[in-house]
C-alpha cells in the first residue's frame, strides 16, 4: 500500500465523522506533515471539533527536508505545502488533499494524489463501511463542501445511484 501524506481537511472530515479509524486500514504508512500538526492544534484551541493525534501510533509527523518553489503557491495553504513537499520526498506516496488548487499543484507535479471522497470509495471497496451515501450526509451536516456533479460521481463509483 502507498503512504499516505494527509492534509488538515481530510483529517478534520474524517475525524468529524467517526472514520479516522480508516486511514491505518487503507495504508501501512499514515503520514501527517508538521504545519497539518500545527494547524490542527490551532483548530483545537480555536474551539473547532479538529482531532487530537497526537497519541495515535499509526500517525507518524514529518517535516519536509526541501520546500522547492510551488506552482501557485500564494493558492496554498501552510499545511497543503507540506503535503506537497512531504509527498515530493515520498515516492510512491499519495496525497491527500481536498482543495481544488492544492490538487491542481499536485497534478502538476506528477504527486499522486486523492481526497476525503477517494478514501471513503476505498473504504467502502475494501469493506470497512457498507456505504457511502449516508457518510456524505454527516460530511454535509459538519460543513464539507462537495458540488452537486461531485455528489453523483462518487454515488456513481460507490454503485449507491437508483
Known sequence: M???ICDTSALIALHQ??????LPALSTTVVMPA???????TGRSEGHDAPDVTGLKWLSIRTPTARPALP???????????????????PGGVAVLDEGPARRVAHQLGIAFTGTLGLLLDAKNRGMIPAVAPVLLELDRHGFHMSPHIRETILKAARETP
Open 17 to 22: 465523522v467517526g472514520l479516522l479509524h480508516i
Open 35 to 41: 504545519a497539518v500538526a500545527q494547524e490542527l492544534a
Open 2 to 4: 502507498a503512504d499516505l
Open 72 to 90: 501557485d503557491a500564494k493558492l496554498l495553504g501552510a499545511g497543503e505545502s507540506d503535503v506537497l513537499w512531504v509527498a515530493l520526498e515520498t
